[in-house]
């Protein structure tokens, strides 16, 4: 069993819709919680940053972690073609100064105008 | 947000040869930086751990000779792929994290597409 299961999708929706990507975790030992998304071709780009359970939102993103349940996810509302892109869970352990990440497969994910 | 820069952001080269891919991170220091490998449709793969002014940690199963890390200073890692054969091809993205107080936040540079003829 891998450490972090993500859905890999592909996940297709129209535009304007709400999209809500997930991923569950097995280490009960992760404190951080980060989404990254990643364009083709580009390195992933850091959208939010959670520690331990709670909601945090950002414009049109929300990141929920839910913590008893091992279970994290990123709400996209008012979804638009520019949001097409794959989209990484990642979490780490409160280990000092150097964390090293652990990710989640990556969810392919189009916007249909 | 804070900046990685990674150079170059494509490279091909000949079998045999050596290929040298570097990180900066631009606007903060990073004591420890990550090299990951990722082929296409699938997540990233971290490789190794770089700290500056120390060696290198390598994941089980990279080759330490082959993939040859510096981290001469607080915003600078290069990775080096000697030797590199076609099947070394693949995407290498650097990571730097930049440490606060709250928070400790990975921030990713743009990847090196490494194709090998």
């Known amino acids: 069993q891998k450490e972090v299961e993500q859905d890999p999708g592909p996940l297709s929706v129209p535009e304007g819709a709400i999209v809500s990507l997930n991923c569950t975790y097995s280490n009960s030992a992760f404190q951080y919680f980060m989404w990254y998304r990643q364009y083709s071709r580009k390195g992933p780009e850091l959208l939010m940053y959670?520690?331990?359970?709670g909601n945090k939102e950002d414009g049109r993103f929300t990141a929920q972690v839910d913590k008893s349940s091992k279970y994290i996810s990123l709400f996209i509302r008012d979804s638009q073609p520019s949001d097409s892109a794959t989209y990484l869970c990642a979490m780490s352990e409160a280990s000092g100064s150097a964390r090293q990440l652990t990710f989640g497969s990556g969810t392919q994910l189009t916007v249909l105008p | 947000g804070a900046v990685v820069s990674q150079h170059p952001s494509w490279v091909i080269c000949k079998s045999g040869t050596s290929v040298k891919i570097e990180c900066r991170s631009l606007d903060f220091q990073a004591t420890t930086m990550f090299w990951y490998r990722q082929f296409p449709k699938q997540s990233l793969m971290l490789m190794a751990t770089?700290?500056?002014?120390?060696?290198?940690?390598?994941e089980q199963g990279v080759e330490k000779d082959k993939f040859l890390i510096n981290h001469a200073s607080l915003t600078l890692s290069t990775l080096t792929v000697t030797s590199a054969h076609p099947e070394d091809s693949s995407f290498y993205i650097c990571?730097?994290?930049?440490?606060?107080?709250?928070?400790?936040?990975?921030?990713f540079g743009q990847g090196t597409r490494l194709t090998v003829v």
């Open positions: 770089s700290n500056e002014g120390s060696k290198a940690t390598y």
């Open positions: 959670t520690y331990s359970s």
């Open positions: 990571s730097a994290s930049r440490i606060r107080v709250w928070s400790t936040e990975a921030f």
